[in-house]
């Protein structure tokens, strides 16, 4: 009779962190939407849209190092990594609106200035979609997320950590790389910790 009632009560659990993460994730969305009530501009230093950069950062901070392990995706990991896809739409469009007059132009030009090659841009263009298309992929497909080629699964999240590695050392200050750097280990530690724990779990013995 314990058993079902431990059961329920972990289904329970569930449902609330989900719940909690949607709301977080949700809050973080319109905060970081909130620019794009306002009037445009032309400034790329635009502090607004660092501050935007940060919340998709830190959910891919934490479902990368899971997305890219698991055989399988839970609901509340393919949450997680919809919320920083939805979230890094926002940066981009913050971005568009404060900094460049919404012109492709500009935004080719300042990221000629910023990293030395204007066509990068095309890169951050190619991240979000491909963001985009595995978010969908996780929720089209829960279980077998994990079960497509080895080659593709690197490839699609080697683009995307280089993608955000690469944006956090040329775009990002001091403060926000010493944030991403000390964010990701905690979360490589914690998933590896996860793992191995699991693997010594009696119920994952032979």
């Not at 491909?130 to 997320?145: C, E, N, Q």
């Not at 690469?166 to 530690?189: D, I």
Request: net charge positive.
């Amino acid at each position: 009779m314990a058993e079902p009632g431990r059961v329920q009560l972990r289904r329970a659990a569930a449902y609330i962190l989900f719940g909690l993460i949607l709301l977080i994730g949700l809050a973080l969305i319109w905060a970081d939407a909130q620019p794009l009530l306002g009037p445009g501009g032309t400034d790329p230093t635009n502090a607004d849209i660092k501050d935007s950069a940060r919340s998709p950062v830190l959910f891919w901070c934490i479902g990368w190092p899971i997305v890219l392990a698991r055989r399988s995706v839970p609901a509340g990991v393919a949450l997680i990594w919809t919320l920083g896809c939805a979230m890094t739409w926002v940066h981009i469009a913050v971005a568009f609106h404060l900094g460049h007059g919404w012109s492709h132009q500009a935004a080719w030009e300042h990221t000629r200035q910023a990293g030395g090659y204007g066509d990068g841009i095309f890169v951050n263009y190619a991240f979000a979609v491909v963001w985009l298309a595995d978010a969908l992929w996780a929720w089209a497909t829960l279980a077998p997320y994990g079960g497509r080629p080895r080659w593709l699964n690197w490839t699609v999240h080697g683009f995307l950590a280089f993608v955000v590695v690469n944006a956090a050392v040329v775009f990002g200050g001091p403060e926000m790389r010493v944030q991403f750097a000390s964010f990701f280990v905690v979360t490589l530690l914690l998933v590896r910790y996860t793992d191995r724990k699991k693997r010594n779990s009696p119920r994952h013995g032979p």
